[in-house]
Structure formats: structure tokens, C-alpha cells
């Protein structure tokens, strides 16, 4: 044996990997460190094709600002434990950082420019990683903010023009807390809104209070509803959650929000459904066959 223990466990400082596989990899490369990183990396291509059939269903959102250019992205992994993960933190904030550095068209594109990496960090975390979305900015004479909620659950990224730091910062609370789809009324398109009226002309026509109404009438009625609406999916009408009796206009005193987005982590995906006991038990199973 041409090494020793303390060999080993640089290895795994090295790359993060357990003791036994940095001990069979330094057998295997006869004690050439840098041949045995090599055959864990090789390794850690194999994980990532062995665990290409799991769910990805937890993870995190991150944000990273850099001057003019702000990114908002989501990484999926397998579990909120490994979510929580020092190590997969800091590999979401790679991902980030590297969509803000370079120039990339799509998700497929930073998923191959980034895949020895990830494979590297399969290896180390034992769990599939999925890059699923991001959106990346570029202000011009603008100013760039975010705002994390609970670790990563929700993420938002918001460009402001002429805010203070305090009103952008308010913004993004904003948009994490109270979900709007719209900044102004202007930008809703004319088929909600219509859809919208008819839900409540519905409502109207089948409320008693209103059944010797003419339909002219309810529809000058909900025509006043509409404004909750509003409330509800546009932002600058929104109640600010700081203070519910002034609207998110109020604070902006000049400023302009130009345009946000909003993610919410594993919004969508499929969840994982897996009993722990046929776990355990999948897993014993699977040690006395090898």
C-alpha cells in the first residue's frame, strides 16, 4: 500500500467523498493522488447516471447580484435535508454566479457547461441535482434587488428605477409575501379582466339579495369589484404587508418598478412519496446483494 491514512483523508478533504471510496480509489490509482481525484470524479459521472431516475423535488431558490447584473435561479435536489447542506448551498451559489459571469441562452446550456461540476457534487452529496430554471437581469441606469424568504423556499428578483435601497428592499418583501402576477392594472390582459367580471356578475345574479335586478345593473355593480381584483394580482395596488393601510404605490414616492420575478421552489414538480420503513428496508435489501 503506497500511502497512508493520512493520505486518505486529504483525499476526502479533497473531495469530499467517504473514507472507504477515497481508500479504494487510492488502491486503485497505487497511491497517485491525483489520479485517485480523477477516478472519484469518474465515480461521481457514474452516481449521476445512477441517480438520473430520482425525483428532484426539494432544493433551494438563490439570488446573486453583481453590479448591473442580478440572476434568481432554482436547483432541485432529492431531499430538504440535503437542501439545508452547507455544500449544496454553496453549489447553487456557483450556478448563480456563473449565469451572471457568462453568456448563456437556456437552461440546457448552463446544465452543460456546468456538468463535471455537478457531477462532482453528486458524488460528494449522494443525491441527483437538477438545475430547473433561472432568470438573469441586466439594468441600465437601474437598480437591482432580492429577497431570499425562509432559506430559499421563495425568491425574488426585483429591478427598481430611482428607489432607494430601503424601497427596493420593501418591494421584494413585497412580491415574496403577497405573490402579484402584474405591476400595474395596465398590464392585465383584457381576457382576465373579462373573465373575472363574469366570475362576479355570476355571484351577483346568483345572490337572492339581487334577483329583482336588471343584468345592466349588476354589471355597473361589479364594476366597483373590480378594484379588489386588482388588489389581489397587481402590486402597486397591493395592502403593503408593512402596513396594510396605504398601498404599495404609497412607499414608492417616485420610483418605478420595471420588472420582477418571483419563484417558488419545487412549485410544480412532482413530489417524492416514499415510506420510510420500505425505505430502510429497500436499503438492506440492496447491502445484503452486494
Same mark, same amino acid.
Given at each position: 500500500?503506497?500511502?497512508?491514512?493520512?493520505?486518505?483523508?486529504?483525499?476526502?478533504? !479533497?473531495?469530499?467523498?467517504?473514507?472507504?471510496?477515497?481508500?479504494?480509489?487510492?488502491?486503485?490509482?497505487?497511491?497517485?493522488?491525483?489520479?485517485?481525484?480523477?477516478?472519484?470524479?469518474?465515480?461521481?459521472?457514474?452516481?449521476?447516471?445512477? !441517480?438520473?431516475?430520482? /425525483?428532484?423535488?426539494?432544493?433551494?431558490?438563490?439570488?446573486?447580484?453583481?453590479?448591473?447584473?442580478?440572476?434568481?435561479?432554482?436547483?432541485?435536489?432529492?431531499?430538504?435535508?440535503?437542501? !439545508?447542506?452547507?455544500?449544496?448551498?454553496?453549489?447553487?451559489?456557483?450556478?448563480?454566479?456563473?449565469?451572471?459571469?457568462?453568456?448563456?441562452?437556456?437552461?440546457? %446550456?448552463?446544465? %452543460?457547461?456546468?456538468?463535471?461540476?455537478? %457531477?462532482?457534487?453528486?458524488?460528494? /452529496?449522494?443525491?441527483?441535482?437538477?438545475? !430547473?430554471?433561472?432568470?438573469?437581469?441586466?439594468?441600465?441606469?437601474?437598480?437591482?434587488?432580492?429577497? /431570499?424568504?425562509?432559506?430559499?423556499?421563495?425568491?425574488?428578483?426585483?429591478?427598481?428605477?430611482?428607489?432607494?435601497?430601503?424601497?427596493?428592499?420593501?418591494?421584494?418583501?413585497?412580491?415574496?409575501?403577497?405573490?402579484?402576477?402584474?405591476?400595474?392594472?395596465?398590464?392585465?390582459?383584457?381576457?382576465?379582466?373579462?373573465?373575472?367580471?363574469?366570475?362576479?356578475?355570476?355571484?351577483?345574479?346568483?345572490?337572492?339579495?339581487?334577483?329583482?335586478?336588471?343584468?345592466?345593473?349588476?354589471?355597473?355593480?361589479?364594476?366597483?369589484?373590480?378594484?379588489?381584483?386588482?388588489?389581489?394580482?397587481?402590486?402597486?395596488?397591493?395592502?403593503?404587508?408593512?402596513?396594510?393601510?396605504?398601498?404599495?404605490?404609497?412607499?414608492?414616492?417616485?420610483?418605478? /418598478?420595471?420588472?420582477?420575478?418571483?419563484?417558488?421552489?419545487?412549485?410544480?414538480?412532482?413530489?417524492?412519496?416514499?415510506?420510510?420503513?420500505?425505505?430502510?428496508?429497500?436499503?438492506?435489501?440492496?447491502?445484503?446483494?452486494?
Amino acid at each position: 500500500m503506497n500511502f497512508t491514512n493520512k493520505d486518505i483523508f486529504d483525499l476526502r478533504a !479533497r473531495t469530499g467523498v467517504g473514507v472507504m471510496d477515497c481508500k479504494k480509489a487510492l488502491l486503485e490509482a497505487d497511491g497517485d493522488m491525483d489520479k485517485a481525484v480523477e477516478l472519484l470524479r469518474e465515480k461521481g459521472k457514474a452516481t449521476s447516471e445512477k !441517480r438520473a431516475g430520482k /425525483i428532484a423535488s426539494q432544493g433551494i431558490v438563490s439570488t446573486y447580484i453583481n453590479g448591473n447584473v442580478g440572476v434568481i435561479v432554482e436547483v432541485n435536489c432529492e431531499s430538504d435535508f440535503v437542501a !439545508r447542506g452547507e455544500q449544496y448551498k454553496a453549489y447553487v451559489d456557483q450556478v448563480a454566479k456563473y449565469i451572471a459571469e457568462n453568456e448563456v441562452k437556456d437552461v440546457e %446550456s448552463v446544465v %452543460s457547461a456546468l456538468s463535471e461540476l455537478t %457531477s462532482e457534487v453528486v458524488a460528494k /452529496i449522494g443525491e441527483k441535482i437538477s438545475i !430547473r430554471r433561472f432568470e438573469k437581469y441586466v439594468a441600465n441606469g437601474t437598480q437591482l434587488s432580492s429577497y /431570499i424568504h425562509m432559506g430559499g423556499a421563495i425568491g425574488v428578483l426585483v429591478e427598481t428605477e430611482n428607489a432607494s435601497d430601503e424601497v427596493a428592499h420593501d418591494v421584494a418583501l413585497q412580491i415574496a409575501a403577497a405573490a402579484p402576477r402584474y405591476i400595474v392594472p395596465e398590464e392585465v390582459p383584457a381576457d382576465e379582466v373579462n373573465h373575472e367580471k363574469e366570475i362576479l356578475l355570476a355571484q351577483a345574479m346568483n345572490d337572492p339579495k339581487n334577483a329583482s335586478k336588471p343584468k345592466e345593473i349588476l354589471e355597473k355593480m361589479i364594476s366597483g369589484k373590480i378594484g379588489k381584483f386588482y388588489k389581489e394580482v397587481c402590486l402597486v395596488e397591493q395592502p403593503f404587508v408593512k402596513d396594510q393601510g396605504i398601498a404599495v404605490k404609497d412607499i414608492l414616492k417616485g420610483a418605478k /418598478i420595471v420588472k420582477f420575478t418571483r419563484l417558488v421552489m419545487g412549485e410544480g414538480l412532482e413530489k417524492k412519496e416514499e415510506n420510510l420503513q420500505d425505505e430502510v428496508a429497500a436499503q438492506i435489501a440492496a447491502a445484503k446483494k452486494n
